[in-house]
């Protein structure tokens, strides 16, 4: 081997090793900075003992963790987003000074206060006080409720502007790699920063990432491409469809515009779809069901009173079926081919009703498909009892097709041969949407039965003086009655003709109980009967004619069964006997009279749902929420210790270890030592060889 070869070894070993302390001092310097991965110099000998050269500054990188720790990512972030959000919705709920059951108890309360004293001034308007104060408590719970879903939007829309940077970010460091690689640089640190970028990405939404050598191509959703290469799209926050109250993430691509908020999961965005579709939906939809029921049914009680003026009561609460809140509850979508001419949602039977909102498709030759999203149940409409024929020879007038919407009632469904209109009944509610032209294949319409009914809930009685508290029906017993009979009534329709004049029972009624009649010896004892008269000229009382036309004489009695007549109901306990008499009229200045409070009184623990009372079904709401919590919470835990245990074994794989490095340091810093050493030993060489000549 010549000096000049050996002297060229040297030089090249030099070299080498100064790359090698080159890249320990840079892995060493790096040791505390995110997202950085360790490098390591790839020397390969020369052939022909030739020397060494620096074959590549190799990133030490574990693919496979580096997709693992973005997904763990994904999934930690959506769940820590839906445990957070969560747990503040619990809180709320819980809290006393927000919580409806506390109100409803002030509310009773007080209400037993006008019961105990129905004449007393002061407690009727204690009574209106509590009545407003849990109005208030609704309408603020619902606000609240919709200044989460207002927040969630403002993070939405920050969220797609982040996207949108970092998608374009990673688009211009796919360009560089390819850039650097073309001229054989080193592109280690820039694909660290892209990682990071990704991680980032990874933390927002869960996406897809395909490694394609110098370039990632990442993809959100249904396999939309979001960065392909070095060109990078854009992500923004659109309103919903139809419900234009919640934003939605999109992609455009070549200008348009791809809606992409269903098929998003994981990340931050994921958590917050999720907790807002899921967590705060249903209790929006709760607590509107509650106060719905709540406002039904304290006003039906109420009309079936009277006040201090002898007047029967009005509205306590909100009408829940104005036109307003009917026309409210229902909304097409912006892609419907169909114009709708009128829409609307009416509340039929509030124990039937469900805490969920639905989605109406049209399909073909006027089938339709009804999707109730709580539980993702589908119900065919056409499947439901038709009121009419669904195939008449000519087409409804005007008149037949308002009188056939009129008489659906639920289960039963009403489709115009026009195609122009469709009416149904399900789940206590009644739906009638009419268009100006046929309703079209793929259609859609968003049905919110209960959504805003916590925030639509007002008091519209503000005189304690028209509390209707007292019964419109007198009942007298006659003096010398001998039996155990005790008769009730009970107002089932205020507007029917009995009560049509102010202050009177039209007819008054008196119930006479007929001795049985006589039978032969050894047959059973034939059954005791009544008389129903009208007492108009109580000097010559007549048998009382039903609607019907049936003569109510000699009817059989079945004690505590119902006696329907024109707008109320009459019961009579016990045994009464022959000749006893029971009498009705108006309750004329019954001011003392308390059965209609007490009725409404009873409402607080009758279950009026299909799972309870009001406040059965608000201790459910907040169980439900503080159970998702408590899953939330845990799910969130596990997550972390997933996302630790891949970041542990990432940084075992590509993080910088000092004592590894400062060994590292040593061993090259020798061998560099050794190259100058043969640098010289070669020069001296050299020096002899001229020396000699």
Same mark, same amino acid.
């Given at each position: 081997?010549?000096?000049?070869?050996?002297?060229?070894?040297?030089?090249?070993?030099?070299?080498?090793? =100064?790359?090698?302390?080159?890249?320990?001092?840079?892995?060493?310097?790096?040791?505390?900075?995110?997202?950085?991965?360790?490098?390591?110099?790839?020397?390969?000998?020369?052939?022909?003992?030739?020397?060494?050269?620096? $074959?590549?500054? /190799?990133?030490?990188?574990?693919?496979?963790?580096?997709?693992?720790?973005?997904?763990? @990512?994904?999934?930690?972030?959506?769940?820590?987003?839906?445990?957070?959000?969560?747990?503040?919705?619990?809180?709320?709920?819980?809290?006393?000074?927000?919580?409806?059951?506390?109100? %409803?108890? &002030?509310?009773?309360?007080?209400?037993?206060?006008?019961?105990?004293?129905?004449?007393?001034?002061?407690?009727?308007? %204690?009574?209106?006080?509590?009545? &407003?104060?849990?109005?208030?408590?609704?309408?603020?719970?619902?606000?609240?409720?919709?200044?989460?879903?207002?927040?969630?939007?403002?993070?939405?829309?920050?969220?797609?502007?982040?996207?949108?940077? *970092?998608?374009? $970010?990673?688009?211009?460091?796919? !360009?560089?790699?390819?850039?650097?690689?073309?001229?054989?640089?080193?592109?280690?640190?820039?694909? &660290?920063?892209?990682?990071? *970028?990704?991680?980032?990405?990874?933390?927002?939404?869960?996406?897809?990432?395909? !490694?394609?050598?110098?370039?990632?191509? +990442?993809?959100?959703?249904?396999?939309?491409?979001?960065?392909?290469?070095?060109?990078?799209?854009?992500?923004?926050?659109?309103?919903?469809?139809?419900?234009?109250?919640?934003?939605?993430?999109?992609?455009?691509?070549?200008?348009?515009?791809?809606?992409?908020? &269903?098929?998003?999961?994981?990340?931050?965005?994921?958590?917050?779809?999720?907790?807002? /579709?899921?967590?705060?939906?249903?209790?929006?939809?709760?607590?509107?069901?509650?106060?719905?029921?709540?406002?039904?049914?304290?006003?039906?009680?109420?009309?079936?009173?009277?006040?201090?003026?002898?007047?029967?009561?009005?509205?306590?609460?909100? $009408?829940? $079926?104005?036109?307003?809140?009917?026309?409210?509850?229902?909304?097409?979508?912006?892609?419907?081919?169909?114009?709708?001419?009128?829409?609307?949602?009416?509340?039929?039977?509030?124990? @039937?009703?469900?805490?969920?909102?639905?989605? @109406?498709?049209?399909?073909?030759?006027?089938?339709?498909?009804?999707?109730?999203?709580?539980?993702?149940?589908?119900?065919?409409?056409?499947?439901?009892?038709?009121?009419?024929?669904?195939?008449?020879?000519?087409?409804?007038?005007?008149?037949?097709?308002?009188?056939? +919407?009129?008489?659906?009632?639920?289960?039963?469904?009403?489709?115009?041969?026009? #195609?122009?209109?469709?009416?149904?009944?399900?789940?206590?509610?009644?739906?009638?949407? /009419?268009?100006? #032209?046929?309703?079209?294949?793929?259609?859609?319409?968003?049905?919110?039965?209960?959504?805003?009914?916590?925030?639509?809930?007002? *008091?519209?009685?503000?005189?304690?003086?028209?509390?209707?508290?007292?019964?419109?029906?007198?009942?007298?017993?006659?003096?010398?009655?001998?039996?155990?009979?005790?008769?009730?009534?009970?107002?089932?329709?205020?507007?029917?003709?009995?009560?049509?004049?102010?202050?009177?029972?039209?007819?008054?009624?008196?119930?006479?109980?007929?001795?049985?009649?006589?039978?032969?010896?050894?047959?059973?004892?034939?059954?005791?009967?009544?008389?129903?008269?009208?007492?108009? !000229?109580?000097?010559?009382?007549?048998?009382?004619?039903? /609607?019907?036309?049936?003569?109510?004489?000699?009817?059989?009695?079945?004690?505590?069964?119902?006696?329907?007549?024109?707008?109320?109901?009459?019961?009579?306990?016990?045994?009464?006997?022959?000749?006893?008499?029971?009498?009705? #009229?108006?309750? %004329?200045?019954?001011?003392?009279?308390?059965?209609?409070?007490?009725?409404?009184?009873?409402?607080?623990?009758?279950?009026?749902?299909?799972?309870?009372?009001?406040?059965?079904?608000?201790?459910?709401?907040?169980?439900?929420?503080?159970?998702?919590?408590?899953?939330?919470?845990?799910?969130?835990?596990?997550?972390?210790?997933?996302?630790?245990?891949?970041?542990?074994?990432?940084?075992?794989?590509?993080?910088?270890?000092? !004592?590894?490095?400062?060994?590292?340091?040593?061993?090259?810093?020798?061998?560099? =030592?050794?190259?100058?050493? %043969?640098?010289?030993?070669?020069?001296? +060489?050299?020096?002899?060889?001229?020396?000699?000549?």
């Amino acid at each position: 081997m010549s000096s000049f070869s050996l002297l060229n070894i040297g030089i090249q070993a030099a070299q080498a090793n =100064q790359t090698a302390l080159s890249t320990i001092g840079q892995n060493i310097s790096n040791v505390n900075t995110e997202g950085y991965s360790r490098q390591r110099v790839d020397l390969v000998s020369r052939p022909d003992l030739s020397g060494v050269f620096v $074959n590549d500054i /190799e990133r030490i990188s574990d693919k496979f963790l580096t997709q693992q720790m973005w997904s763990d @990512l994904s999934s930690y972030n959506q769940t820590s987003a839906y445990a957070e959000l969560s747990g503040r919705l619990d809180n709320l709920l819980a809290t006393s000074s927000q919580s409806v059951s506390s109100a %409803l108890d &002030d509310y009773f309360g007080a209400l037993q206060n006008a019961v105990d004293d129905p004449v007393s001034i002061p407690n009727r308007e %204690l009574f209106i006080a509590q009545a &407003d104060a849990l109005v208030k408590r609704f309408n603020n719970l619902d606000a609240n409720i919709r200044t989460q879903d207002e927040t969630i939007n403002q993070q939405l829309d920050g969220y797609a502007s982040q996207i949108t940077t *970092l998608a374009a $970010n990673i688009a211009n460091i796919n !360009d560089n790699i390819r850039v650097a690689t073309a001229s054989n640089n080193s592109a280690n640190d820039l694909r &660290d920063h892209r990682d990071e *970028l990704v991680n980032q990405l990874s933390s927002l939404v869960g996406v897809t990432v395909v !490694d394609q050598g110098e370039e990632y191509s +990442i993809f959100i959703g249904n396999g939309q491409p979001l960065v392909v290469g070095s060109t990078a799209e854009k992500v923004i926050s659109v309103q919903g469809n139809p419900d234009g109250s919640q934003h939605e993430l999109a992609l455009v691509i070549a200008n348009e515009t791809i809606n992409v908020n &269903d098929e998003i999961v994981g990340g931050k965005i994921g958590g917050l779809l999720q907790y807002r /579709e899921q967590t705060l939906g249903d209790a929006r939809n709760e607590l509107g069901l509650i106060a719905i029921g709540f406002a039904e049914s304290m006003n039906q009680q109420h009309e079936a009173g009277i006040d201090l003026n002898n007047e029967f009561g009005g509205e306590l609460f909100t $009408n829940m $079926n104005s036109d307003y809140l009917q026309q409210k509850r229902i909304a097409s979508n912006n892609n419907n081919i169909s114009v709708v001419q009128t829409a609307r949602v009416e509340i039929q039977q509030t124990e @039937l009703l469900q805490a969920s909102d639905y989605e @109406l498709v049209v399909g073909d030759n006027n089938q339709f498909t009804l999707f109730r999203k709580s539980d993702g149940k589908q119900i065919a409409i056409n499947q439901f009892s038709a009121v009419t024929d669904p195939t008449p020879l000519t087409p409804l007038s005007p008149d037949d097709r308002n009188a056939a +919407i009129e008489s659906v009632g639920q289960n039963e469904f009403f489709i115009d041969p026009s #195609g122009r209109s469709i009416s149904f009944g399900v789940d206590g509610i009644k739906v009638t949407i /009419e268009t100006t #032209g046929r309703l079209a294949k793929g259609d859609r319409f968003l049905i919110q039965p209960v959504k805003s009914g916590a925030q639509d809930l007002s *008091l519209t009685l503000h005189d304690g003086r028209q509390l209707a508290l007292a019964s419109p029906i007198r009942v007298t017993e006659n003096n010398d009655n001998q039996g155990t009979g005790v008769a009730t009534a009970t107002v089932t329709d205020p507007g029917a003709g009995s009560f049509a004049i102010p202050g009177q029972l039209t007819p008054p009624i008196e119930i006479v109980f007929n001795a049985p009649a006589p039978t032969l010896p050894g047959d059973p004892a034939s059954p005791m009967t009544y008389t129903l008269y009208d007492m108009t !000229d109580p000097t010559n009382p007549v048998p009382w004619v039903n /609607e019907q036309g049936v003569t109510q004489s000699n009817q059989p009695f079945v004690s505590g069964g119902d006696i329907q007549l024109d707008g109320y109901t009459v019961s009579i306990d016990n045994l009464p006997s022959p000749g006893d008499r029971f009498s009705f #009229g108006f309750n %004329l200045d019954g001011v003392s009279d308390n059965r209609n409070a007490l009725a409404l009184s009873n409402l607080q623990q009758s279950n009026l749902f299909d799972r309870g009372s009001y406040q059965d079904l608000y201790g459910s709401l907040v169980e439900a929420v503080g159970t998702r919590t408590a899953t939330a919470n845990i799910s969130e835990q596990a997550n972390k210790a997933v996302l630790d245990t891949t970041a542990g074994a990432k940084a075992s794989v590509s993080g910088v270890n000092l !004592d590894e490095e400062a060994a590292k340091l040593v061993q090259f810093q020798q061998a560099y =030592q050794a190259s100058a050493q %043969l640098i010289r030993v070669s020069q001296t +060489i050299f020096d002899s060889l001229l020396n000699s000549v």
